[in-house]
């Protein structure tokens, strides 16, 4: 199978990387619309990577693309390789604001196109293990789910201008994958910010720390809580708290955390960031990728997904402006 990367920045590079050591891909294909990038990066990953100069060029020899550029290119790299029923898989978000994702959910379903929407944490094997009981009833009626989203350091000011904010680019993971575990809607969102590590973070209209509580229709509730910037170690975990049982992912001997517990261990090499975190999951990602090209899998992570945590996002950012809850059906 042959597989094309748009955009070879960190994270495609990761993608593209990833790839290459899959023995089900007979090749790489790289485009990147700064020149030479592409070359460069397929000439670190070895004979099954090779370069092109245009992105219709990429379309054209694969098999599925992997679009991982800027944010505002999404929807038009989108819409090229739906409409040469080309499958994709599409980094999130799939556009910069609800508006364009709404028309571009609209576009590819008008299509009926085959695209993957790169939340990661669907293809966590815990996250999926945890799903599994969740649906199987073992979890019980789930009281609480509580989440933890901490970057070890702060990100790269360049990056932070283009972000999206907190709720967009780091609680979007949150507001996707809880509600796709509980499998309810979620009815009131309030949420609450601020800025503690950097005031570049206030100069942008952003904050570096944040909570939220979603509640859902059922009853249940979720806390989530996110900062940039952890001196442990970069920390995402999830705990789900129910009738019938309590459990946990992301806690292991690598979670930054020092209990105060007489005997109790210390973290052994905490994560430096979300790709050592989450690496199986993003190898997980390409294999079923490549699983609904060949039609042998259903899409996990569908474009109308997406909107239901963007419109999360939204109403996030609306509570903490307001200070008040804000109502989401």
Same mark, same amino acid.
């Given at each position: 199978?042959?597989?094309?990367?748009?955009?070879?920045?960190?994270?495609?590079?990761?993608?593209?990387?990833?790839?290459?050591?899959?023995?089900?891909?007979?090749?790489?294909?790289?485009?990147?619309?700064?020149?030479?990038?592409?070359?460069?990066?397929?000439?670190?990953?070895?004979?099954?990577?090779?370069?092109?100069?245009?992105?219709?060029?990429?379309?054209?020899?694969?098999?599925?693309?992997?679009?991982?550029?800027?944010?505002?290119?999404?929807?038009?790299?989108?819409?090229?390789?739906?409409?040469?029923?080309?499958?994709?898989?599409?980094?999130?978000?799939?556009?910069?604001?609800?508006?364009?994702?709404?028309?571009?959910?609209?576009?590819?379903?008008?299509?009926?196109?085959?695209?993957?929407?790169?939340?990661?944490?669907?293809?966590?094997?815990?996250?999926?293990?945890?799903?599994?009981?969740?649906?199987?009833?073992?979890?019980?009626?789930?009281?609480?789910?509580?989440?933890?989203?901490?970057?070890?350091?702060?990100?790269?000011?360049?990056?932070?201008?283009?972000?999206?904010?907190?709720?967009?680019?780091?609680?979007?993971?949150?507001? %996707?994958? #809880?509600?796709?575990?509980?499998?309810?809607? !979620?009815?009131?969102?309030?949420?609450?910010? &601020? $800025?503690? @590590? /950097?005031?570049?973070?206030?100069?942008?209209?952003?904050?570096?720390?944040?909570?939220?509580?979603?509640?859902?229709?059922?009853?249940?509730?979720?806390?989530?809580?996110?900062?940039?910037? %952890?001196? #442990?170690?970069?920390?995402?975990?999830?705990? !789900?708290?129910?009738?019938?049982?309590?459990? &946990? $992912?992301? @806690? /292991?001997?690598?979670?930054?955390?020092?209990?105060?517990?007489?005997?109790?261990?210390?973290?052994?090499?905490?994560?430096?960031?979300?790709?050592?975190?989450?690496?199986?999951?993003?190898?997980?990602?390409?294999?079923?990728?490549?699983?609904?090209?060949?039609?042998?899998?259903?899409?996990?992570?569908?474009?109308?997904?997406?909107?239901?945590?963007?419109?999360?996002?939204?109403?996030?950012?609306?509570?903490?402006?307001?200070?008040?809850?804000?109502?989401?059906?």
């Amino acid at each position: 199978m042959r597989i094309g990367v748009a955009g070879v920045g960190r994270i495609g590079s990761m993608h593209a990387s990833n790839l290459v050591s899959l023995p089900d891909v007979e090749q790489v294909l790289l485009f990147d619309p700064v020149p030479g990038r592409a070359y460069q990066a397929a000439g670190g990953l070895g004979d099954r990577a090779a370069a092109v100069d245009t992105y219709e060029g990429l379309v054209a020899d694969c098999d599925g693309v992997l679009v991982a550029t800027p944010t505002a290119s999404h929807p038009h790299l989108v819409r090229g390789a739906v409409a040469a029923r080309v499958p994709v898989l599409c980094e999130k978000p799939l556009a910069p604001d609800l508006a364009a994702m709404e028309a571009v959910v609209a576009g590819i379903e008008a299509m009926d196109g085959q695209v993957m929407v790169g939340f990661q944490r669907r293809f966590d094997p815990a996250t999926v293990e945890l799903r599994r009981r969740l649906r199987a009833g073992e979890v019980g009626t789930v009281y609480l789910v509580r989440t933890v989203n901490n970057d070890h350091l702060p990100p790269a000011g360049e990056f932070l201008a283009t972000s999206g904010g907190l709720f967009r680019d780091c609680l979007i993971h949150d507001l %996707d994958a #809880v509600p796709w575990l509980v499998g309810e809607p !979620v009815v009131e969102v309030y949420a609450s910010g &601020a $800025v503690l @590590v /950097d005031q570049a973070f206030a100069e942008i209209g952003d904050v570096d720390n944040a909570v939220v509580t979603l509640r859902f229709a059922g009853g249940a509730h979720a806390l989530l809580s996110a900062s940039r910037h %952890d001196p #442990v170690g970069y920390d995402c975990r999830m705990e !789900v708290f129910g009738s019938k049982d309590t459990l &946990a $992912v992301g @806690v /292991d001997e690598h979670t930054p955390l020092n209990s105060l517990e007489p005997g109790a261990p210390r973290p052994v090499a905490p994560w430096p960031g979300f790709p050592e975190r989450y690496h199986h999951a993003y190898v997980n990602e390409m294999r079923v990728f490549m699983e609904v090209i060949a039609g042998r899998a259903e899409n996990p992570s569908p474009p109308r997904d997406s909107l239901t945590s963007l419109r999360l996002a939204a109403a996030c950012e609306e509570s903490w402006r307001t200070a008040l809850p804000v109502r989401t059906v």
